[in-house]
C-alpha cells in the first residue's frame, strides 16, 4: 500500500523552492541593476574620455597634423568612433602607406603612422620636393627634411623620375647611401645620361637604364682605385676612370680602363 504523504509535510521544502526562485530573481535584477548604475558612473567620469593621444613614425608631417587629420581631440568620448575609420581618413594623407590606431591602457590613443621611403630630393629653383616611392611627389619647401636622400636635378618630366626612381630603389643600400646629387645631363636626343656626385669623393657617369646594373660593381671599383687620385669613373659603355687632374686639363693623356667583372 502506496505511503501517503501529508500535504503539511510538503510545505517546508516547497517554500525553500520558493525562497531560492525569489533570490535568483532578486540578485539577477540587482545586478542588472549594479552594471547599469556602473556603466552610467563610467560614462560620465573621466574614464571614458579619451586622455592622451600619441602619434609615431612621422616624418613628412607634425605628428600635430596627424591627429587634427584624425579628429580625435583629449576629452573627447573614448568609445564614440571606430579605429578602423579614423585609419581610413589618415591614410588618404599625402605620403602615408599604412595607419594603424587602437586604445591603449585605460583611455589613451595610439596612432602609429607608416609613410612611403624617400627615394631622392628634387631640386627645382632653390625648392625641394621629395621624390617617394610610390612616384608620389611631396613638397618640402626652401629647406630639405631631416632625410638621408640623394638630390635630383634637371629631372623635368614624370619618365625622367619614374626611372630613376625604378634605378635607386634596385639598389644596394651601402650604395645608395654614398650617392650625393644625380644631374639629368641636357644633350639633345640623349636624355638618358647622368652625372652622379658620390660622397667618397667619386663622380660617376651613367646611363639611367642600366644605373643600377652597373653601380653593383662600384665598391669592387673604388676599391681598386684605393691611393690613387679622386676622378670620374665612366660607366656610360664600359667603365673608365679619369683623374680630375686630367679632366680639368692639367694633364691631357687617355682614360685608362677598369677591369669589371661583368665584361
Known amino acids: 500500500m502506496d505511503k501517503v504523504i501529508d500535504i503539511e509535510e510538503r510545505i517546508p521544502s516547497m517554500r525553500e523552492k520558493r525562497r531560492r526562485k525569489t533570490n535568483k530573481k532578486f540578485l539577477f535584477m540587482l545586478?542588472?541593476?549594479v552594471v547599469a548604475l556602473l556603466a552610467i558612473l563610467?560614462?560620465?567620469?573621466?574614464?571614458?574620455?579619451?586622455?592622451e593621444i600619441s602619434v609615431s613614425g612621422a616624418v613628412l608631417h607634425e605628428p600635430a597634423f596627424y591627429e587634427e587629420q584624425s579628429?580625435?581631440?583629449?576629452?573627447?568620448?573614448?568609445?564614440?568612433?571606430?579605429?578602423?575609420?579614423?585609419?581610413?581618413?589618415?591614410?588618404?594623407?599625402?605620403?602615408?602607406?599604412?595607419?594603424?590606431?587602437?586604445r591603449k591602457w585605460l583611455r589613451n590613443i595610439e596612432i602609429v603612422i607608416s609613410e612611403w621611403e624617400t627615394?631622392?630630393?628634387?631640386?627645382?629653383?632653390?625648392?625641394y620636393s621629395l621624390l617617394l616611392e610610390n612616384g608620389e611627389t611631396f613638397p618640402t619647401g626652401l629647406?630639405?627634411?631631416?632625410?638621408?636622400?640623394?638630390?635630383?636635378?634637371?629631372?623635368?618630366?614624370?619618365?625622367?623620375?619614374?626611372?630613376i626612381s625604378d634605378q635607386l630603389l634596385k639598389m644596394e643600400?651601402?650604395?645608395?647611401?654614398?650617392?650625393?646629387?644625380?644631374?639629368?645631363?641636357?644633350?639633345?636626343?640623349?636624355?638618358?645620361s647622368i652625372t652622379v656626385y658620390m660622397d667618397d669623393g667619386f663622380e660617376v657617369r651613367a646611363i639611367i637604364s642600366t644605373f643600377a646594373e652597373k653601380m653593383e660593381f662600384y665598391p669592387e671599383i673604388t676599391a681598386q682605385l684605393k691611393g690613387y687620385e679622386k676622378g670620374i669613373i665612366d660607366m656610360e659603355v664600359g667603365t673608365f676612370f679619369v683623374p680630375f687632374s686630367k679632366v680639368y686639363g692639367l694633364v691631357e693623356?687617355?682614360?685608362d680602363p677598369v677591369d669589371e667583372e661583368n665584361e
Not at 563610467?42 to 586622455?51: A, N, R
Open 31 to 33: 545586478t542588472v541593476f
Open 71 to 102: 579628429g580625435l581631440t583629449a576629452d573627447n568620448p573614448l568609445w564614440s568612433f571606430r579605429t578602423e575609420k579614423i585609419e581610413e581618413t589618415l591614410a588618404a594623407v599625402s605620403g602615408v602607406e599604412h595607419v594603424v590606431v587602437s
Open 173 to 192: 643600400a651601402d650604395v645608395y647611401q654614398l650617392v650625393s646629387e644625380i644631374i639629368l645631363e641636357e644633350i639633345e636626343d640623349d636624355a638618358d
Open 253 to 255: 693623356e687617355e682614360a
Open 143 to 163: 629647406l630639405p627634411l631631416e632625410v638621408e636622400a640623394p638630390i635630383l636635378n634637371n629631372f623635368g618630366n614624370e619618365d625622367s623620375l619614374k626611372r
Open 119 to 127: 627615394v631622392a630630393y628634387i631640386e627645382e629653383a632653390g625648392q
Open 42 to 51: 563610467y560614462f560620465q567620469s573621466p574614464l571614458s574620455k579619451i586622455g
